[in-house]
């Protein structure tokens, strides 16, 4: 597997260094106006802007969304976050029914196959937002129809004050008996990027290992931000079904960490301005903000630009042994997904509780 992801990544740099080259090319589609600009033709469209993201916490995506309020404090924003599983057939039954209410401005999923059936089915604007050109070039739809906006990294997350400094990192880790009662984990079959990490587990270690795994007694739950919750209150010591900032807080008692020698996951959450949108100098706005450097410059995990370094000291995502274009590539592939998911269901039982964006995180999963 390190082989196929050393050539994956020479393939990427290859890639890298064309678009770099080629970029004049694209040049004249590539937004040019200024934010302000963009902000006084938002505020003169009617100054709203709706946003649908795609996570499974209702404050997941405050971190960088009150930022761009503070930026553009006139601009009337409303979103709401739920899982990619949920909000694309919620846009999907929205624009069968007309689209003259509930098509949001900009969709943001993780599901990235559903942006080529949308493009396949003419259901995306063409849009180029400025430095659409400095996106990894596999993450930006060559014609404009969809952009990633940042990068997302699910991999270890522990809390040292439980575990001390000798923390699980590489995924035989997890089954040390002395973990069994202290590991959280999201169902799998519940979150497509969560199922991408138990089928790499499964191709790196077989089967068996999933099987050991289960034996090992973790605690399951729905959504990938319970883990993250769970550790930071104590309740558990590990996960690797979730995220958290590169960088820590230096009086922390949890810290994220990358496995020593695994392969982790990392995906490029990815946007798009649906055709039937009302507020698109909205949209293009937010857009061109999210690709800029005030955003992608202190996002807490890998950018999605190739020219600025994550936090950290842990530099662009291509030194790293992970694979946003894998991850896409995985994706594309419904009938292997499905069919997986169904074996993990069998595997581990049904995904039992509310769905994430409901769940009561004051509440101790056991």
């Not at 059936?117 to 937002?129: A, F, I, V």
């Not at 590990?238 to 009086?251: H, L, V, Y």
């Not at 419904?334 to 409901?358: K, S």
Request: proline share 5%; glycine share 6%.
């Amino acid at each position: 597997m390190k082989t196929m992801f050393r050539f994956a990544r020479r393939a990427v740099y290859a890639a890298l260094a064309v678009s770099v080259s080629t970029a004049s090319v694209f040049a004249q589609d590539i937004e040019t106006k200024s934010m302000d600009e963009l902000y006084a033709e938002a505020l003169a469209e009617g100054g709203e802007f709706v946003l649908r993201a795609g996570g499974d916490k209702s404050d997941q995506i405050d971190y960088y969304l009150d930022k761009f309020k503070a930026r553009f404090p006139e601009l009337n924003v409303t979103h709401s976050v739920d899982v990619s599983l949920n909000h694309a057939p919620r846009y999907d039954n929205a624009r069968a029914a007309g689209g003259e209410t509930n098509v949001p401005d900009v969709i943001q999923f993780q599901t990235l196959h559903d942006f080529e059936y949308y493009k396949e089915h003419g259901l995306l604007e063409q849009y180029k937002p400025a430095n659409w050109d400095r996106v990894f070039p596999d993450h930006r739809d060559p014609n404009g129809y969809w952009t990633a906006m940042y990068g997302v990294t699910f991999s270890n997350f522990v809390n040292t004050e439980m575990l001390g400094e000798d923390v699980p990192r590489d995924a035989l880790d997890y089954l040390d008996p002395d973990l069994k009662g202290k590991v959280i984990l999201t169902y799998p079959h519940d979150d497509d990027a969560v199922l991408y990490q138990f089928w790499n587990l499964k191709e790196q270690y077989g089967w068996d290992y999933l099987e050991k795994l289960v034996a090992n007694e973790p605690v399951w739950v729905r959504g990938t931000a319970m883990p993250y919750v769970a550790i930071n209150n104590g309740w558990y010591a590990a996960s690797f079904t979730t995220f958290w900032s590169f960088e820590s807080a230096p009086d922390a008692k949890t810290r994220f960490v990358l496995p020593e020698e695994d392969y982790f996951l990392t995906w490029f959450q990815t946007a798009a301005i649906p055709t039937q949108a009302k507020n698109k100098a909205a949209a293009k706005l937010y857009m061109n903000w999210m690709l800029s450097e005030e955003m992608q410059g202190t996002w807490l995990q890998f950018p999605v630009r190739f020219d600025i370094e994550a936090p950290g000291g842990y530099k662009s995502v291509l030194h790293h042994n992970t694979s946003p274009g894998d991850f896409r590539r995985w994706m594309m592939q419904r009938d292997q997904v499905e069919r997986f998911r169904l074996q993990m269901r069998q595997l581990i039982g049904e995904a039992v509780g509310p769905t994430p964006v409901d769940i009561d995180y004051s509440v101790k999963p056991e």
